[in-house]
């Protein structure tokens, strides 16, 4: 028999559950099988406890982990290179924290790449004290993903979900090192899905190679690459941003993302990125109208073109519409996106175009991201 925890001192006296069990009987097509049964409307509810987000979270801490970095750097200057640590403690600049999530047992970490880049010196700091120094073993700027490796043994490693079957409105919690403040625990639920960071799209042929969870349970400086669990105890997203004019508005990358790029950094140390060099809007009908477009115009319009890039060289220009890919149709800057990631570095990408009116066909050949193009 499934019991009901109803958080109500009321409701613990056998005569309240009698009444709450009448109270239900009159309302059509509900039923209880006993005093203590919920309702089936209410879902998951019916299995929370009292004790459900602490048994989760310590299911999960051993397996989280706080990062340390130091950065060579001077008063005036700052670090000397990379982007600026995540917290700052007291009047130094040159320290910052993050948080991360065991991979392996041999203590394989994954975290976000802007909490280590350009750090001269990481330090991994287990639950319970233990601390290790650590070496950058693989960093993707594209992603914002790093894996460290640690001289440590039968670590717990995290356990993986899926971000396939996540809802607006499921329970996550979010753990990690905010403000330097180890092991902190926010609750919150998933606020969206296919989010993008808009500051991003500066590279490739579009930032939307990432699609954002939205989160509203609190992240804040130092929570970066800590997990977002959902109440499984799996991790369903890497934390990584926040917005930071707004409360409550996180980002994490979503776990089946992270993961595929964690075992890829392992592996070889870097992924190599195909890149063409453009900036893309849709076509909605703002851009319709600013542009002087007909109303029903097919294909995306070229923003920018980066010089000395793939789509420089071949002829792209700004203000150039993209009506096919590889001879398929181009409705959205993705379907350039997705045309552009599905080639090997070295591989030549076709592009349907109209320019001034004219339509004519250019052949690309995709390059390998550069960093500098990625803007962190």
Same mark, same amino acid.
């Given at each position: 028999?499934?019991?009901?925890?109803?958080?109500?001192?009321?409701?613990?006296?056998?005569?309240?559950?009698?009444?709450?069990?009448?109270?239900?009987?009159?309302?059509?097509?509900?039923?209880?099988?006993?005093?203590?049964?919920?309702?089936?409307?209410?879902?998951?509810?019916?299995?929370?406890?009292?004790?459900?987000?602490?048994?989760?979270?310590?299911?999960?801490?051993?397996?989280?982990?706080?990062?340390?970095?130091?950065?060579?750097?001077?008063?005036?200057?700052?670090?000397?290179?990379?982007?600026?640590?995540?917290?700052?403690?007291?009047?130094?600049?040159?320290?910052?924290?993050?948080?991360?999530?065991?991979?392996?047992?041999?203590?394989?970490?994954?975290?976000?790449?802007?909490?280590?880049?350009?750090?001269?010196?990481?330090?991994?700091?287990?639950?319970?004290?233990?601390?290790?120094?650590?070496?950058?073993?693989?960093?993707?700027?594209?992603?914002? =993903?790093?894996? #460290? +490796?640690? @001289?440590?043994?039968?670590?717990?490693?995290? &356990?993986? %979900? /899926? $971000?396939?079957?996540?809802?607006?409105?499921?329970?996550?919690?979010?753990?990690?090192?905010?403000?330097?403040?180890?092991?902190?625990?926010?609750?919150?639920?998933?606020?969206?899905?296919?989010?993008?960071?808009?500051?991003?799209?500066?590279?490739?042929?579009?930032?939307?190679?990432?699609?954002?969870?939205?989160?509203?349970?609190?992240?804040?400086?130092?929570?970066?690459?800590?997990? =977002?669990?959902? #109440? +499984?105890? @799996?991790?369903?997203?890497?934390?990584?941003? &926040?917005? %930071? /004019? $707004?409360?409550?508005?996180?980002?994490?990358?979503?776990?089946?993302?992270?993961?595929?790029?964690?075992?890829?950094?392992?592996?070889?140390?870097?992924?190599?990125?195909?890149?063409?060099?453009?900036?893309?809007?849709?076509?909605?009908?703002?851009?319709?109208?600013?542009?002087?477009?007909?109303?029903?115009?097919?294909?995306?319009?070229?923003?920018?073109?980066?010089?000395?890039?793939?789509?420089?060289?071949?002829?792209?220009?700004?203000?150039?519409?993209?009506?096919?890919?590889?001879?398929?149709?181009?409705?959205?800057?993705?379907?350039?996106?997705?045309?552009?990631?599905?080639?090997?570095?070295?591989?030549?990408?076709?592009?349907?175009?109209?320019?001034?009116?004219?339509?004519?066909?250019?052949?690309?050949?995709?390059?390998?991201?550069?960093?500098?193009?990625?803007?962190?």
């Amino acid at each position: 028999m499934r019991q009901l925890v109803i958080l109500s001192s009321l409701c613990l006296a056998a005569q309240a559950a009698c009444g709450f069990q009448a109270a239900c009987a009159d309302e059509p097509g509900l039923t209880l099988a006993s005093p203590y049964q919920a309702p089936s409307r209410w879902g998951p509810l019916q299995f929370l406890g009292p004790d459900t987000l602490a048994d989760v979270t310590a299911s999960v801490a051993p397996s989280v982990v706080k990062v340390e970095v130091f950065f060579e750097a001077s008063p005036r200057t700052g670090p000397k290179k990379g982007r600026a640590p995540e917290n700052r403690e007291g009047s130094n600049p040159a320290r910052g924290t993050g948080s991360g999530v065991i991979l392996k047992p041999d203590g394989i970490i994954l975290t976000s790449n802007h909490v280590v880049d350009g750090a001269s010196r990481i330090t991994v700091t287990l639950q319970g004290g233990r601390s290790f120094d650590a070496e950058i073993l693989g960093q993707d700027k594209f992603s914002d =993903l790093a894996v #460290l +490796k640690i @001289e440590a043994h039968d670590l717990r490693p995290i &356990i993986f %979900g /899926s $971000a396939e079957r996540l809802r607006p409105g499921d329970w996550v919690l979010a753990i990690g090192s905010p403000l330097g403040l180890d092991h902190s625990v926010s609750l919150g639920i998933v606020s969206a899905l296919g989010r993008e960071a808009k500051g991003l799209n500066t590279f490739g042929a579009r930032s939307g190679a990432v699609k954002f969870i939205q989160t509203d349970a609190a992240i804040n400086p130092g929570n970066s690459g800590g997990p =977002l669990v959902n #109440l +499984k105890g @799996e991790v369903i997203g890497i934390n990584t941003f &926040i917005h %930071g /004019s $707004a409360q409550n508005i996180g980002f994490a990358i979503p776990c089946d993302v992270a993961s595929d790029v964690a075992e890829r950094l392992i592996r070889f140390r870097a992924i190599a990125h195909p890149y063409i060099g453009i900036i893309m809007a849709d076509l909605d009908d703002s851009v319709l109208q600013t542009e002087g477009l007909p109303a029903g115009t097919q294909g995306v319009l070229v923003r920018t073109v980066v010089p000395r890039s793939p789509a420089y060289r071949a002829g792209l220009f700004p203000g150039d519409l993209i009506e096919a890919a590889d001879d398929r149709p181009v409705k959205q800057s993705d379907d350039v996106s997705e045309a552009v990631r599905a080639h090997d570095i070295g591989d030549f990408l076709r592009l349907k175009i109209s320019h001034d009116g004219k339509e004519k066909v250019l052949k690309l050949r995709v390059e390998q991201l550069p960093d500098d193009a990625v803007n962190q």
